[in-house]
Every structure is written in structure tokens, then in C-alpha cells.
């Protein structure tokens, strides 16, 4: 195969590469169901489209991890980093309960275009009644580094 025809075809996989890279870390944000208790709680897309009320440090659109599958390795790695902390200790005590673990995956583009990609942290989401928790886990230094919480509140009207 000549030159001309490799260095296509290497363009070709690094920009299918990079697309693939952009569609898994660029998250569109929804609304979520979950059930608890038995009961279907919806709750609204983080933010209701508002930016000033994603956690401090958060890229706004970071909701959508796409089709990760997260090895129970990592989750494990995870859950005992946040158990270490005694704010998510105390959540955990008082009822919460761990309902999803989420890599926060780094992507990095390198001169000569090849793609790495790391989870180097993660989201943890608790749960207890009309309550959410989200915990940010900083997972290369083995901390938690911000603590959320969210509560529904239905006002019926007649």
C-alpha cells in the first residue's frame, strides 16, 4: 500500500476516533426517573438549563456519559474512597444509598493525533427519599472533593 493511501486511511481512524471521543464526553443533559421506595420519583435535568446552579467546577453539560460500561474494579475503587470520607460516611449512616457510579474520563488529543483516554475521577449519586447526593471523587488522589445535594419538593395545586 502506498504512503498517500496509509496516511488517509490514518486520518480517517484518528478523526472517527476523536468523534467517538467528543460524542462519549460531550453529555446533553435530561430529566431523570428514578424509583425509590417503589415509587417513581422524576426528577428535573440538573441546572433546569440555569449554569449558575451546576456544582463549582463542573462543565455544564457533563450529565451524559454515554455507552461507558464501568468495570465493578472501578466502582469498588470508587466506593472506597468516598466511604473514607466522613461527610459521605455520615450520608451512608443516615440512610443513603448508592445508586450509580460515573467516570469522569479525561481525553487527550496528542500532536501526532492519537487519542488517551482515563477516567481520572467520578460521580457518585445517593439516594434517600426525595433526596439526591452527588459526589464528586477525585479518583488519581484518592478523595472526595465536593459534595451536592438535591432535594424535590412537589407542591400539588388543586
Not at 44 to 54: D, L, R, S, V
Not at 102 to 123: E, L, N, Q, Y
Request: aromatic share 4%; hydrophobic share 40%.
Amino acid at each position: 500500500m502506498d504512503s498517500k493511501k496509509m496516511l488517509i486511511i490514518s486520518l480517517s481512524m484518528v478523526a472517527v476516533a476523536v468523534l467517538i471521543a467528543v460524542m462519549v464526553t460531550q453529555p446533553l443533559v435530561s430529566a431523570t426517573t428514578l424509583s425509590i421506595n417503589g415509587e417513581q420519583k422524576n426528577f428535573p435535568a440538573f441546572g433546569n438549563g440555569k449554569p449558575n446552579i451546576m456544582p463549582n467546577g463542573w462543565p455544564h453539560r457533563m450529565m451524559c456519559f454515554g455507552p461507558i460500561e464501568v468495570s465493578e474494579g472501578f466502582k469498588e475503587k470508587v466506593i472506597n474512597i468516598i466511604k473514607s470520607d466522613k461527610d459521605v460516611q455520615n450520608l451512608l449512616n443516615d440512610g443513603y444509598t448508592i445508586i450509580n457510579v460515573r467516570p469522569v474520563v479525561k481525553t487527550i488529543v496528542g500532536d501526532d493525533g492519537s487519542v488517551t483516554m482515563k477516567a481520572t475521577g467520578a460521580i457518585v449519586t445517593l439516594s434517600k427519599e426525595s433526596t439526591r447526593v452527588i459526589v464528586k471523587v477525585d479518583v488519581e488522589n484518592a478523595k472526595v472533593t465536593e459534595i451536592v445535594t438535591f432535594t424535590e419538593t412537589t407542591i400539588t395545586k388543586p
